[in-house]
RNA sequence: GCCCCUGUAGCUCAGUGGAUAGAGCAUCGGUUUCCUAAACCGUGUGCGGCAGUUCGAUUCUGCCCAGGGGCGCCA
């Protein structure tokens, strides 16, 4: 679109001055200060120094250029401040945005290609099968699949999936809870005391095991919490079936053939310090028992065969994992650009003005369902991918419950839902929407109106940084600016009434269709419902 | 001690190698003879500190300070 060639006319410019290869920091942006034009490059501030000019002076020579190669919509070029030079577009420019959105639609806009069809593994939540959902696992349920909508809009397949890890000390633990808890017994040292461990007692058969049953009851209300958010999952993977295939002796095998595989102690370890861990890790252990480690390892072994590119999504207290998966993986071949690891922050909650513990074993957590229930999916959602995953989040359960009127999901939702609100009044008062091609968008000059189309005209580019830095939040951030955008736009250009030009009319409709568009695609990537009345 | 994340307005957080750093909440004050006021408009002492790289650093690098997380033959 306009940027683009814009940017290619000045690569071109500079090219003829003589810059062999033009550097990738020279950039065109959208300056902040409306004095600056719409669009701005800092292409001679970038080469004067190669080309041993000064910024001023090649910026001359560029102008002279580019004023030569007439671009499309450019009505004013200028130098300013110490070499920026400065392009202010007719208001045709955005008309085109407007049209190109309308033509494309929700299916259509913003949607890219930049993935070219690689396959993703994203591997997100796999918490211990030994209790409900608790609210941090909720943020990277929301986060992955947010990712993954994400991911998918820019060309890559997405699979997502689910550990389960039904095997080893902590499920043992568990089911030996809940047997405690139906007998009336003390749940043993490093057990899980949750009074959720008590009512699923209560509901456990005599006659089933109850690490079995505890599992599956465990992953039941799992399965649930995540659903009742929209996460759903490609493929739930087990550890068991893991070891019962086979898989995990063949990785065994394969890592000894690497060569980094040693016995100490009894043990047998890998040798990760070789590709940069601080320790070599065990992966089996004295007592013949794998750690967590091995079948972790053949599970990712496994998933490069539901995707190219494996990337775990995991809390903060598991990031110092990272480098034996990784070094286990460079151990049997894989190339370092074939894993990724996100590290999100922890999330705490606050309730009542105090902070909220999450522990499954001390039993003060709060799950997924509740916050779910106080606050709903689309709140809940919201509030998980307003921030980055970089960041520790705090949500106060009290403020976006108190604040529904005033909520930034409402805000959007609103915007969205006034749209079809404008098409039941036009409706109404026997307004139709005619064709585009037909319509003059020449009265679309209003800063509001601009501030909307530009909005949008800078979805593609939000997507693509969307998905390249794994950052949803993004997505979050940009749907906010278009939905105030849209109301400022709505509070101050009349659209229906009857004192409006019918050709301004038209064009304004057209207006809010694109911004619907917008809106819808935005929303759906963050997994919130886009309603038509609130 | 080592590793990861963070430090931006009273609070919760966005944001950018550039020319005047934003939003919501909170405060105070405005806006409705025809499109939903869940909206709009106005109101601000802020980039933890010190160096370095750069034409230019809040952004990149190093160190320091502060907060969170991790450093098991747990997961």
Not at 177 to 197: H, K, M, T, W
Not at 272 to 299: C, H, N, Q
């Amino acid at each position: 679109m306009v940027r683009s060639q814009i940017l290619e006319a000045v690569r071109d410019a500079l090219q003829t001055l003589g810059v062999a290869e033009v550097p990738e920091a020279v950039t065109v942006e959208r300056p902040g200060n409306p004095d600056h034009g719409d669009w701005s490059t800092n292409a001679s501030l970038v080469c004067a120094k190669s080309l041993k000019k000064n910024p001023r002076q090649l910026g001359e020579e560029l102008m002279a250029i580019l004023v030569e190669a007439e671009l499309p919509h450019v009505e004013k070029l200028e130098i300013a401040g110490p070499g920026f030079i400065n392009f202010t577009l007719s208001p045709s420019w955005v008309h085109d945005v407007l049209r190109t959105v309308v033509a494309e639609g929700i299916e259509n806009y913003a949607r890219l290609h930049v993935g070219d069809g690689l396959e993703v593994n994203l591997e997100f939540v796999s918490s211990n099968p030994t209790g409900p959902l608790h609210a941090g696992g909720g943020r990277w349920g929301v986060f992955g699949d947010s990712l993954a909508r994400i991911m998918e809009r820019c060309g890559y397949i997405p699979h997502k999936e689910f550990y389960v890890n039904d095997r080893g000390t902590q499920t043992v633990l568990f089911g030996q809870s809940l047997v405690a808890r139906r007998d009336g017994i003390p749940v043993p040292a490093g057990g899980y005391e949750g009074e959720y461990v008590t009512e699923w007692a209560a509901e456990m058969p005599a006659t089933a095991d109850p690490t079995e049953w505890g599992i599956k009851r465990a992953l039941q209300e799992v399965e649930e919490s995540l659903a009742s958010m929209h996460v759903h999952f490609d493929t739930w993977s087990r550890e068991n079936a893991l070891v019962e295939s086979g898989a995990v002796e063949n990785t065994l095998i394969a890592l000894r053939q690497s060569g980094y595989v040693y016995e100490k102690d009894d043990a047998v370890w890998l040798a990760t310090t070789e590709f940069g861990d601080d320790k070599d890790r065990v992966l089996i252990k004295s007592d013949g028992d794998y750690t967590y480690l091995l079948p972790d390892v053949a599970y990712h072994r496994d998933k490069y065969n539901r995707g190219d590119l494996v990337i775990d999504i995991l809390g903060a207290d598991h990031h110092g994992y990272v480098p034996r998966m990784r070094a286990a993986l460079l151990a049997l071949g894989h190339e370092a650009d074939e894993y990724e690891a996100i590290i999100g922050q922890n999330v705490s909650l606050m309730r009542g003005g105090e902070e909220v513990k999450l522990s499954k074993r001390t039993g003060t957590m709060i799950a997924v369902d509740e916050l779910i229930d106080d606050l709903g999916p689309d709140v809940t959602r919201f509030a998980y991918l307003l921030q980055s995953i970089d960041t520790a989040q705090t949500i106060d359960i009290d403020v976006w419950k108190a604040q529904a009127g005033e909520n930034p999901v409402f805000y959007v939702q609103y915007a969205h839902a006034r749209i079809h609100a404008i098409g039941r009044e036009a409706a109404k008062r026997n307004i139709v929407l005619g064709d585009l091609a037909q319509t003059d968008l020449s009265g679309l000059v209003d800063p509001n109106e601009v501030a909307v189309l530009r909005d949008l005209h800078e979805l593609p580019e939000i997507l693509a940084g969307a998905a390249r830095d794994r950052a949803p939040h993004r997505i979050t951030t940009w749907v906010r600016g278009l939905a105030g955008n849209f109301h400022s736009f709505y509070a101050h250009c009349p659209i229906l009434r009857s004192d409006v030009d019918p050709d301004l009319q038209q064009a304004r409709l057209w207006l809010t269709e694109a911004t619907r568009i917008g809106l819808a695609i935005g929303l759906d990537l963050l997994g919130v419902n886009a309603p038509e009345e609130m």
